[in-house]
């Protein structure tokens, strides 16, 4: 760490310290990563530098589950990633991405640091209120103005929606791309083996809710309850 407050000091240095460490310490930095721990020490110093580039760019070191990036002219979306250091060879960053227009899912690999532009994504909350035929009406509840998407963008996660539910939907250069559904959904149960007395017994049940999706609950849950459900991950949190 010494010899990173003499570079910091700058020319200074020369007067209070050997000259030959200087020299030795600055062309490890020219040449980047070394196998001595003064080089790896060194290293240390690039985030500093980084952090100011942030601002104007996303790199693909910035890369999480979830992050909206543009590649070739399109939204993506990362559904995984993998930071790989080879032995030998520069780093990378793996990951597995959706095309948000088309939803293709690709693998593509990027150069660590390397600048990738964000996606600028817009969120709007609006109400799902019916299905016309195979469309899903989302409605602005400000200014009525309709929404639509069709069943292939909604997917499996139709199961959770029941009429009435906020959603966020995603806006690409003004173009609707995605829905985000809400992280709790509440939803009626219609069908299940009838209830077996409090909690203190435990045991599961499959039960089939108002939209048709099947959910594992506790054997406590009636026909009628309204119960909590995470839209992620599909599990029973709690009766509403």
């Not at 990563?33 to 690039?46: D, E, K, T």
């Not at 909690?199 to 309204?226: C, I, M, R, Y």
Request: aromatic letters at 8%.
């Amino acid at each position: 760490m010494a010899a990173l407050r003499h570079l910091a000091a700058g020319p200074t240095c020369h007067h209070h310290h050997h000259h030959h460490g200087f020299v030795a310490t600055s062309s490890l930095q020219l040449r980047g990563p070394s196998s001595c721990p003064a080089g790896s020490r060194l290293r240390r110093v690039a985030p500093l530098r980084s952090r100011f580039t942030r601002v104007y760019a996303f790199s693909s070191n910035d890369i999480r589950v979830g992050s909206n990036i543009e590649v070739d002219g399109a939204p993506w979306k990362v559904l995984e990633f993998l930071h790989v250091k080879p032995g030998k060879g520069a780093a990378f960053v793996r990951t597995k991405m959706r095309n948000y227009i088309t939803g293709n899912t690709v693998e593509k690999t990027f150069r660590a640091g390397s600048t990738i532009q964000e996606a600028s994504l817009s969120k709007e909350t609006k109400q799902f209120t019916y299905k016309d035929g195979s469309q899903f009406v989302f409605m602005d509840l400000t200014t009525f103005e309709e929404s639509r998407l069709n069943e292939a963008d909604v997917g499996d996660r139709q199961k959770w929606l029941k009429e009435g539910l906020d959603c966020n939907l995603l806006y690409w250069n003004g173009r609707l791309i995605d829905f985000e559904l809400p992280i709790t959904v509440r939803l009626t149960v219609t069908d299940t083996d009838p209830g077996q007395g409090d909690s203190a017994q435990g045991g599961t049940k499959p039960a089939t809710l108002e939209t048709g999706a099947v959910v594992t609950v506790p054997a406590f849950v009636n026909v009628g309850d309204d119960i909590l459900v995470d839209s992620r991950t599909g599990q029973y949190m709690n009766r509403a």
